[in-house]
């Protein structure tokens, strides 16, 4: 079992930045996609971003010119680069990591984008 520790969640103003990291417990040899997720209250968990462990990313439409994802394969440690923040951005974050269909989750970390 891999775990998941995500971190640098907070409040921050409109337009501001962020930056959430997701530190993994052990590297994995295989083929895997770690990725974002978020939890708007009341709504259900939909994707932000995922990087392959091959390097090649992905983006929801409403995140895309904003967000940037990145894997440091010496810490293992993915990143969530979050700029031009919107209100609509406040929910819970959560890492996540699929081993051939295999998942693992993150406990969360909660951004605010409020004045």
């Known amino acids: 079992q891999v775990q998941l520790v995500e971190s640098g969640g907070g409040l921050v103003q409109p337009g501001g930045s962020l930056r959430l990291s997701c530190a993994r417990s052990?590297?994995?040899?295989?083929?895997?996609?770690m990725g974002w997720y978020r939890r708007v209250a009341g709504k259900g968990r939909e994707l932000v971003a995922t990087?392959?462990?091959?390097?090649?990313?992905n983006y929801a439409d409403s995140v895309k010119g904003r967000f940037t994802i990145s894997m440091d394969n010496a810490k293992n440690t993915v990143y969530l680069q979050m700029n031009s923040l919107k209100p609509e951005d406040t929910a819970v974050y959560y890492c996540?990591?699929?081993?051939?269909?295999?998942?693992?989750w993150g406990q969360g970390t909660q951004v605010t984008v409020s004045s």
């Open positions: 996540n990591l699929n081993v051939f269909g295999i998942l693992s």
């Open positions: 052990r590297s994995i040899s295989t083929f895997n996609v």
């Open positions: 990087i392959t462990s091959g390097g090649s990313t």
